[in-house]
C-alpha cells in the first residue's frame, strides 16, 4: 500500500453498515518489474507449516477482539478517531473503527461513499468522500520471518484498493511487503515487493480473475527468500534484499482517486489469519 498510510467521523449504524453486506467489487499495484536473477514467477505449492501458530484469528464472535486488531495505523496522533494515510496522495478514504465488522463468522471491512468529517496531516479538520476500514495487528503480534495464511475474500470494482500486507514495526517506509494487492478490474492485481534496499518494487502481475472468490494467500518468509503462494501455487519467489527486521499484518480496503474517484462501494472479507514464526 505504499507506507505510511496514516480520518474523525459520525460512527454508522451498525445495521446500516450490514445493508450492504453481500456486495461485491475489488481493485490493484504498480511498480518496476524485477530482474530474473531476483524474482521468479513460479514455484512449489505451499506447504502450511506444522504445529500451532503463533499469531491465529478467527471472526467468530459479534464484535473485532480490539485486543488482537487495531483499526487504524499505529502512533496516530491523539486526537484522532479515525485515520488516513496521508503519505500516499492516491487514496480517498478515511478509516474508521465502525467500518471494521464482524458478522457470521467473517470480518467485513466496508467501503461506502458518505460524507465523513476527519483530519488533514496538518490537524485540521477536512470532509471526505468515502469511509472504509482496515485492521492491523500491530497491538498484539509483530515478528520477524515467518509464514501467514490468510483466508479472504477480494473485492473487484472500480475505484476500490484492496490489499493485505506486511508493514514495518518501525513505522518507516521501505519495506512492505504486499501479499495482495489490487486497484480495480481494469487496472492492475498482483503480488509486490518494496525492499529496504534495491528496486522500488518486485512484482508479480496476476489476472483479477485468479483473485475472485474466497482464496488462501499465503508468504513464506525467510531469511533468504520470499516465497507469495496464491492457493497451493507459488507466484512470485524472491531472493535478494529480504527484510531482516519486525514487521505487523494488515488489510484495508482504500479508495484509490486516479484518474478520477472511485465509487467507494465494496467489501473486503476475511474469514482468518494465521501467522507462524520462522
Not at 478467527?58 to 488482537?68: A, E, Y
Request: net charge positive; aromatic share 14%; charged share 15%.
Amino acid at each position: 500500500m505504499t507506507w505510511p498510510r496514516l480520518a474523525v467521523g459520525v460512527p454508522l449504524v451498525f445495521a446500516t453498515i450490514l445493508w450492504g453486506i453481500g456486495t461485491s467489487v475489488a481493485s490493484s499495484s504498480s511498480g518496476r518489474a524485477a530482474s530474473a536473477e531476483v524474482a521468479s514467477p513460479a514455484g512449489s505449492a505451499a506447504a502450511t507449516p506444522k504445529g500451532k501458530p503463533a499469531f491465529d484469528a478467527t471472526f467468530t464472535g459479534k464484535k473485532l477482539d480490539t485486543k488482537t486488531w487495531d483499526t487504524c495505523y499505529p502512533l496516530m496522533p491523539s486526537y484522532h478517531s479515525g485515520c488516513k494515510n496521508w503519505g500516499n496522495p492516491e487514496e480517498a478514504e478515511w478509516y474508521l473503527p465502525s467500518q471494521a465488522v464482524v458478522y457470521r463468522g467473517e470480518l467485513h471491512l466496508v467501503a461506502q461513499r458518505e460524507r465523513t468529517a476527519g483530519y488533514t496531516a496538518t490537524g485540521n479538520r477536512f470532509i471526505y468522500g468515502c469511509r472504509s476500514g482496515m485492521v492491523t495487528s500491530y497491538p498484539s503480534f509483530r515478528f520477524e520471518y515467518g509464514f501467514v495464511q490468510v483466508v479472504a475474500d477480494i473485492p473487484h470494482g472500480s475505484g476500490l484498493w484492496p490489499a493485505l500486507w506486511l508493514a514495518a514495526t518501525n513505522g518507516k517506509y521501505p519495506p512492505e511487503i504486499d501479499i495482495l494487492e489490487s486497484w480495480g478490474v481494469k487496472r492492475q492485481t498482483g503480488v509486490f515487493f518494496h525492499p529496504l534496499n534495491g528496486p522500488h518494487v518486485i512484482r508479480k502481475l496476476l489476472s483479477p480473475d485468479v483473485t475472485k472468490g474466497w482464496k488462501v494467500y499465503s508468504l513464506s518468509w525467510t531469511k533468504s527468500k520470499l516465497v507469495f503462494y496464491i492457493g497451493n501455487k507459488a507466484v512470485l519467489t524472491v531472493t535478494k534484499y529480504i527484510p531482516h527486521q519486525a514487521m505487523y499484518f494488515l488489510a484495508d480496503l482504500a479508495e484509490y482517486v486516479q484518474p478520477r474517484p472511485g465509487y467507494c462501494s465494496g467489501q473486503l472479507l476475511i474469514k482468518s489469519v494465521k501467522i507462524w514464526k520462522g
